[in-house]
């Protein structure tokens, strides 16, 4: 269905997909097809991230549809003076020859997935109890409108905005409803 909508699609490999998994970890043991490297200093941190490309082992599964790359990601560093370093492995539908086509992807799907962290972990979105899809589309869409308002008026996190509008009924009613707090 990606693919046939004139997409493609990068797909993490993790271990309970163990066939998936071994098919993958034994083909990044061979030569990349291409490497791209980034470094990066920001806010006291310090950020390798490599991306290399692989061609697709001839014994993966044929379930896999579109399969044109096997991707190994690096991310390492050093943050809040700890020391990490990860490694992803992924399948990947686009038939490139270039690594930075899929580093640059790889990087930008992180800007979701802190969306995502934010909707998780701090709203409580997937432990709220809602089970009836329409009402969980409706307080999804809402708190997404309230972390962009957020964001938008400048609040640091989510958790500070929360704090200074608990049991403030009326501020955040202005807040939503007027131009008072609303940048342009």
């Not at 020391?83 to 899929?102: N, P």
């Not at 708190?143 to 009326?170: C, E, H, V, W």
């Amino acid at each position: 269905m990606i693919i046939e909508s004139g997409n493609d699609y990068l797909i993490q490999v993790k271990k309970n997909q163990p066939n998936l998994w071994k098919c993958i970890e034994k083909a990044v043991e061979g030569k990349p097809i291409d490497i791209c490297h980034a470094i990066k200093w920001s806010k006291g941190r310090f950020e390798f991230r490599s991306t290399a490309l692989y061609p697709v082992p001839p014994d993966i599964d044929k379930g896999w549809t579109g399969v044109q790359r096997v991707v190994m990601g690096v991310n390492a560093g050093v943050r809040k003076g700890r020391f990490y370093h990860r490694i992803h492995l992924y399948i990947c539908s686009l038939a490139t020859d270039k690594a930075v086509h899929i580093h640059d992807g790889r990087r930008a799907h992180w800007g979701i997935e802190v969306f995502h962290y934010i909707k998780d972990v701090v709203v409580g979105e997937d432990s709220n109890g809602v089970s009836h899809r329409n009402k969980a589309v409706t307080f999804s869409i809402l708190n997404n409108i309230a972390i962009s308002l957020y964001s938008m008026n400048g609040y640091p996190s989510l958790i500070n905005a929360q704090t200074r509008f608990t049991n403030k009924i009326d501020e955040l009613w202005m807040f939503f409803t007027s131009n008072k707090y609303v940048k342009k």
